[in-house]
């Protein structure tokens, strides 16, 4: 604390010492002035919450503006505020476990406990003179503040992406903007790594891999985030990916410097011992989640073929040092395929261009860093496929003993996906998520958390209801869920017609929602093409399926798979036991009620005894190449 404070005063002094820098004010307005003139739109609710917020705090006139817009450069006000920064004036909130016993003061409301003690100018001169000494220097100019705003003219006005170049070693998908009318591009590259995912040390070792990659290219990155480009790189089930969003104008140049960041991988002692003591906090953290988040894990774990268990990478992180890493990442990255994205104010040729520079950086020269997957190396989502008429159930105990919330999360699994099938499911959804809310919590009262939401599972569909609980445990939960699938039976068939065209209604207007941003309507369209259902019409086609659909129709669909004792219905119940139900977790067990359904033990033992949906992801997709002048339609 005392190195971090004195590093501020003396940046301060620094600035005091640099006076007023008129070119700073200029770069600051430029960020400002762009920012405000093409900011993103957002939902209404939250533009309305944080324009009535400015009506607390500005003159009409400035309601929309705010504080967004700089004012005439004022070197006098600004050197006055410089002037205000001093040690007299600082309040510092300092919180720490080595304070717990040692304080003499306690907050009304919750009864925190705190202390107030005085700092002494000498005090801070101490800490300024004491604090490491880091080269502190005023920032240089920033080259990532855009100037050209142009809009591009896509010669064609396309809905959906196109699959613009292919290669053995890349697929380009791509979208110009023609919707939002902004100077913004946004940019995804998924390195498919087979080795990325091959062990639960592979992923460990990935997952350190692309935070450090963030972690160096925090200071050069910094200045582009300051201008509008927001990036990330992110572990993935097989590999990891490079996102970029924000102001096409300097775009480029960051791509660019990330992937010379991953071509010149060096991993530095010091930073792999920060980032590692991160990871295994966070891993040891896990048992700390609430009951229904690790419900939700455990069910995930189930379902999901190629998916490690966060025990068994905290087990091998202290075996992990520096030297794994620096032999892991040229192994990890020596096989990939590069599924990329392009959409925004960027033209066909560049986003080629940018495709072919990157293909060049990995896959070419006389030591190429990559070389392209055979076609059975391309890696696939499989799903365990339920058995028909089949009730599962996993139990465990919660992992902290110390939580006394129990939790539930009934799946039920239905079918692939399939517009038709989508529609039924999500209406029935629809129609029953408010009278469950209102049985199971309001009259009820099983728990504060419970929820009825659609599962989608890389295109394996269903539904599930997550519940916690203080009150009841996951057994008797389990029981009132089939409960209510029993009444809401009878209330689906007995639901008028127009209710049910009101509730058809509904969902075709959330359906028809547009996206708000370029970043909204490319993560809607990226997720198509990681699942590999390629679907870009998806809103469309179901919404003229949902026009087509009749109240039989789902009815005969509730029936065929939801209906308790639906010959086809295929249940899993994940439950956690609080320290409340502990003792009910071994009698659960061994209950009468529970003859209905097949306990998983062992989930790997119950995975790789099990069917498998096929896989959507995997392999070149069959599309064609398209050009600007044809839409691909539904597949």
């Not at 200071?219 to 927001?230: F, K, P, Q, R, W």
């Not at 025990?311 to 520096?322: S, T």
Request: glycine share 4%.
């Amino acid at each position: 604390m005392q190195d971090v404070v004195g590093l501020l005063f003396k940046y301060i002094q620094l600035l005091q010492k640099a006076g007023v820098c008129e070119w700073i004010f200029n770069e600051l307005a430029a960020v400002c002035e762009t920012a405000f003139h093409y900011r993103d739109k957002i939902r209404p609710i939250d533009y309305v919450v944080d324009i009535s917020s400015n009506m607390q705090l500005y003159p009409p006139k400035d309601w929309l503006v705010r504080s967004s817009l700089p004012s005439i450069f004022n070197p006098n006000t600004i050197q006055m505020m410089l002037d205000e920064l001093t040690p007299d004036n600082v309040r510092i909130f300092w919180e720490s476990k080595r304070f717990e016993g040692h304080t003499d003061l306690a907050e009304p409301w919750y009864g925190t406990a705190y202390s107030l003690e005085k700092i002494s100018s000498t005090v801070t001169q101490q800490w300024m003179s004491s604090a490491p000494n880091e080269h502190l220097h005023l920032p240089a100019a920033n080259v990532f503040i855009p100037t050209d705003l142009s809009l591009k003219d896509p010669k064609d006005k396309v809905m959906y992406p196109i699959l613009l170049r292919t290669s053995p070693f890349s697929r380009l998908w791509y979208k110009p903007d023609t919707m939002f009318s902004i100077p913004k591009g946004y940019v995804k590259i998924y390195f498919n790594c087979p080795y990325a995912g091959k062990s639960p040390e592979a992923e460990v070792l990935t997952d350190i891999f692309t935070r450090l990659l963030m972690d160096y290219l925090n200071e050069y990155a910094y200045y582009a985030e300051i201008a509008g480009l927001n990036y990330a790189i992110s572990l993935t089930d097989c590999g990891f990916e490079v996102s970029i969003v924000g102001y096409n104008h300097k775009l480029r140049i960051l791509l660019d410097t990330i992937v010379d960041k991953i071509v010149k991988f060096e991993v530095r002692p010091d930073r792999f011992a920060i980032t590692k003591e991160t990871i295994i906090k966070e891993y040891q953290n896990y048992k700390f989640q609430q009951p229904y988040q690790q419900a939700m894990y455990y069910c995930s774990l189930v379902l999901q073929d190629h998916y490690w268990p966060w025990m068994e990478q905290l087990e091998v992180l202290p075996c992990i040092d520096a030297d794994s890493l620096s032999k892991f990442v040229p192994m990890m990255l020596s096989k990939a395929f590069l599924e990329c994205y392009i959409a925004g104010n960027i033209e066909q040729v560049e986003a080629e261009s940018t495709i072919v520079q990157i293909e060049k950086a990995f896959f070419e020269g006389s030591h190429p860093i990559c070389r392209p997957l055979f076609p059975s190396e391309h890696l696939t989502n499989r799903i365990v496929k339920l058995g028909r008429g089949n009730s599962y159930c996993y139990a465990a105990k919660g992992l902290n003993p110390s939580d006394e919330n129990s939790a539930l999360v009934h799946y039920i699994q239905v079918h692939q996906d399939e517009s038709l099938a989508n529609v039924k499911l999500q209406l029935i959804a629809l129609i029953a998520k408010q009278p469950a809310f209102h049985q199971l919590r309001s009259v009820e009262q099983l728990g504060y958390i419970t929820v009825l939401t659609n599962r989608n599972d890389s295109g394996i569909r269903g539904v599930q209801f997550i519940i916690q609980s203080t009150v009841k445990g996951p057994c008797h939960i389990d029981q009132r869920v089939e409960a209510f699938l029993s009444k809401f039976e009878s209330e689906l068939r007995q639901l008028s017609e127009e209710e049910f065209k009101k509730n058809v209604s509904a969902l075709i207007d959330m359906k028809l929602e547009k996206h708000k941003n370029l970043r909204e309507e490319s993560r809607y369209y990226w997720k198509e093409i990681t699942d590999g259902t390629f679907k870009f019409d998806r809103k469309e086609s179901e919404v003229a399926a949902l026009k087509q659909l009749t109240q039989q129709e789902v009815i005969d669909f509730f029936d065929e798979f939801i209906k308790v004792g639906a010959m086809k219905k295929k249940t899993l119940s994940i439950r956690v036991y609080g320290s409340s139900h502990s003792s009910e977790f071994e009698a659960d067990k061994t209950s009468s009620d529970q003859l209905q359904f097949t306990h998983i033990d062992d989930i790997f033992d119950f995975r790789r005894s099990q069917p498998l949906y096929g896989s959507f992801k995997g392999g070149r997709c069959h599309t064609k190449l398209q050009n600007l002048y044809h839409v691909p339609r539904n597949r």
